[in-house]
């Protein structure tokens, strides 16, 4: 995408509302912000949520992501209803006050329909910072320490040699790093399918039970190291369901196979036993997506409980608070595994290679290979080449959104809701998604 990014001396008298909380500084320029809205769309069908911020320079406008798949229409009245009259008259440079204004105006400011709101606006101000400067966000961030971003991807199968197929299908594509999940009864590992009726004595027949997990995921990983060999990294993602104890117990039972991560293990209700499991734990502790504030994430990596910190970066307020964290990472031997499946925009996407691609704390990249209709209602969709990544080398992300193309795929009800109200045990107790 060609964005001009014209500097014209501007006169603002009466051409735009000054809000009250202007701040007490004088800007160099006229340069103002004139919209937010919030664009939510499904090509794929996962609701994804873009911010568009729109400057009163020709041309001059920013995308960001704000996609909370579960709860996306509330995040779209977060953005129209609380976001906009904040911040229109604003300059788009002051992204940090920018940011802080709105959470602090809303008084309670953490949680996931927040700070994704916040997050899309802060995401497109950091698009207009490139566009303005000319520059891809990587280089406002202090430039490149790789040339590339290698990714994983996800073999997840009803059965082992499923799932291997799958895996080798992908090493030969080129990719280094693969996530391993297989079936089991009930609704399954999350990743992979499940089956109906695995407990047929019990009192529900479709639960998913932790003994079974526990057992079989070892066996899936000694297959794989015996079939796939030592030189490819394999991942794991336990999605929430076990004890801090049953924690330790998976983490020692797949010392043998050395998995490059063990994500997940315990659900945010938990978050504090996470240091004494990472201790006992003989593989590398991958934990973040669920924390929704930088302050949870924060406390993930001042507190020792992860090895690597993988935050879905729109859930805890955007680039600003990321880039502080991949920053605390470095200093603390903490390496980051931004989360980026299906329910990441495109924009959020570049957000996190922009900063895999300057933080010396990078560690992996979650990769998702989008759909053609994605691509075309975002062009400048980052792709995936033989497993690795590289940013958009245009001024800011280098994506652009096609409003027409957007509503031919409408956002609908995300399918999440009848997913997790089905994960329940044998006993009929319900379980984390
Ligand atoms: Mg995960």
Known sequence: MTVSTPRPEISMAGEVEVPTAAPPWPHRDG???????????APAGTPLVVVRVDTNEPGLYGLGCATFTQRWEAVVAYVEQH?????????PADIEDITRSVGYAAY?????????????????????????????????????VRSAVPTYTHAGRATVEETLADARGFIDAGWTHVRLQVGQPGRGTYGAPGSRGGYPAAAHPDGWDVRHYLRTTPELFAQARAELGDGIELLHDVHSRLTPKEAVILARSLEPYRLF????????????RLPEVRAASPVPIAVGELATSFVEAVRLVRDGGVDLIRCHISAIGGLTPARKLAV????????????????????????????????????????????DPVHEVFPGTLRIERGWMRPNETPGWGIDVDEGAAAAYPAGRSGHDAWALGVRAPDGSILPP
């Open 31 to 41: 340069t103002r912000i004139t919209a937010v809205r919030a664009i939510a769309t």
């Open 83 to 91: 976001v906009a009259r904040i911040v229109v008259g604003r300059h």
């Open 108 to 144: 309670w400011r953490h949680g996931p329909v927040g700070n994704n709101a916040i997050s899309g606006l802060d995401m497109a101000l950091w698009d207009i910072a490139g566009k303005r400067a000319g520059l891809p966000v990587y280089e406002l961030l202090g430039g490149r």
């Open 261 to 272: 991560f063990l994500e997940d293990v315990l659900a945010p209700e938990y978050f504090d």
């Open 328 to 371: 605390l990472s470095e200093l603390t031997g903490v390496r980051t595994a931004w989360h980026s499946p299906a329910d990441v925009s495109p924009v959020g996407a570049a957000a996190n290679v922009a900063l895999d691609v300057s933080s010396p704390a990078f560690g992996i990249q979650e990769g998702h290979v989008y759909p």
